[in-house]
């Protein structure tokens, strides 16, 4: 036993090679305490990988584990104070509920073991059926039995392993609202690896994205979402329109960019001031379609073209459009009495510049985007 | 379009037909047909055959001779104790050999899965009579195992503990036991093997993520899990070995003589049928019991 050890969850280097391919890369992260966070990308990248890591499942190749000031590298699963929901919950079949909560208060030889799963079973709704066996519960319920299994030991560091993945649609929006109330009541440090961008949107403090073993981007959902730094960010957490653009001037607090001829704004402060070459990126939902006529925001940014396929999907309308140099882009105008526009149509498109966001021009404007259209489409 | 896909499958089915279906029972015909003539008629044959009294040249007669059991029972009972402690201690073996074998081969052998099931298969391919008779030649007093065992003083061992009565390991309760070990491995690793294949590793990690140790996993997880792999095994080892007459005969000696060698000697040497029916029958009734009260102990349940 390591004893109790408490405080930050550190990733100091961490990296894991198999003969053929590195899963994880250089890993470096610091998961504060008391956090719910989230590794969210595609399958493959390494998120699960490093979950293991820190459970002392897999052995990192290089690189060193921390939780507070203790290395707990070295040490074997069973020794170290983190506990795993697994993705198939792994519950026990041959033991009662009852039995598999406190199969880790046992191992550990706490006296009111059983007072303590009870509390956590209750804690989860499912005290009523402690004394049933894993296979007589349905998926939801394996899920938080399998939730309670873990929590009740108090571990310094919570893993969940895509735990909501088995459950349908409706049951996993009641889940994850159900598990970001659960974790601010116990204030344990949540782990939760994922691929569905919502998911980790909807449930965590903090995102780290994965892509192919390395970090794209740690950061509040909020800011990955409004402030993407790759192109693989900006299209695999929802969907992003990249403009290749170049900087013309720099004035004050706005940089005047030249997109196909099209002159376009974006406030300095999204720029490096070596930048000449970018993609400019804009949500489909913060562009408008605007007439001609339409006063909107003086400094608005505008482009013209034509709308090439509307889709109404009761919410809001999707359409693209497509710019006098062929490219095509994505616009959602919500279903609040907006313009709009049939296919065919000649539109203006306008938007706040800053609303707008700069990634660097060296990367593949569509990095990211069928990762997302795979996952998603799995489901 | 799926108005279409709805309608297809029915629109194919063939119409309701108000009689019963039969062919269930008609299935079922062959291999019930095949136990009455083969097992139930011999049954009742071997039965009615353990109470009459008469002899081969005179003819029997039906007599309900009942005194035919005490008599046998009180002459052989050494040798059912025998043979039960016997099939017990090989069975007891045979596990100790298969499970760590099976567990290798069901969760590390990766691609030498295959190989590893044809080699533990491999000794069918020989006769059972072959492969007893090999180990005479394996356990003779000038081969390389006899010179082993004398070197390492496992000769002694096997003397202390009276499993046999000189430095040889020919024709004593040892060279029994092995044999009957030996034969009826596969009869255990294969159950166990096809259990262990389906253990879900992730519930080993689980366990080792809930501060389980190695040695405690295997004492909670795998091995609760395998029961009815361990259940099977013992049976299928068990239950022919208790009623063996070949190993016995080639590998031991006149004080290890087993119940099935006394029936087959009473049978075909002897003659005196009723006795032989009679052994048969209590035989039978034991195993039956034993059988039982193990499967109760083990918990019913885990075997489905």
Known sequence: MTGKTSGDLKLKGVTKRYENFTAVEQLDLVIPRGSFFALLGPSGCGKTTTLRMVAGLDQPTIGQI???DQDITETRAYQRNVNTVFQSYALFPHLSILDNVTFGLRRRKVSDHKAQAMEALELVQLAHIAKKKPGQLSGGMQQRVALARAIVNRPDVLLLDEPLGALDL???RQMQIELKQIQSEVGLTFVHVTHDQEEAMTMADTIAVMNSGRLEQV???ATLY????STFVANFLGQSNLLKATVKSRAGATAELDVHGVNLRLPVDRLKETTKELWLGVRPEKLRLVGSTDVGGIDDNRLTGVVTDASFTGLATNYLVRLPWGQELMVVQQNDGAR?????????????PEHGFALNANQDAHAGAQDQADDSGAI | MVGQLVEGPAARQPPRRARRNYTPYLLLLPGLAWLVVFFVVPM???ASQSLQTGSVESGYSQTWHFQTYVDALSQYWPHFARSIVFA?????FTLLLAYPLAYFMAQKAGKWKNILLVLVIAPFFTSFLIRTLAWQTILTDNGPVVALARSTHFTNVLQWLQLTSNDSLMN??????AGLTYNFLPFMILPLYANLERLDHSLIEAAGDLYATPIQTFWKVTWPLSLPGVVGGTLLTFIPAAGDFINSRLLGNTQTVMIGQVIDSQFLQVQDYAVAAALSFVLMAVIVVIVALYVRRAGTEELV
Do not use: C, H, N, Y
């Open chain 1, 226 to 229: 409004e402030r993407p730094t």
């Open chain 2, 88 to 92: 017990g201690t090989a069975t007891v």
């Open chain 2, 172 to 177: 004593s309760r040892f060279a029994v036991i």
């Open chain 1, 66 to 68: 921390w939780i507070g």
């Open chain 1, 170 to 172: 409706k049951l996993r």
């Open chain 1, 219 to 221: 950061a509040d959902p």
């Open chain 2, 44 to 46: 009742i044959s071997l």
């Open chain 1, 340 to 352: 709009s526009a049939a296919r065919g149509a000649q539109v203006t498109l306008g938007w706040a």
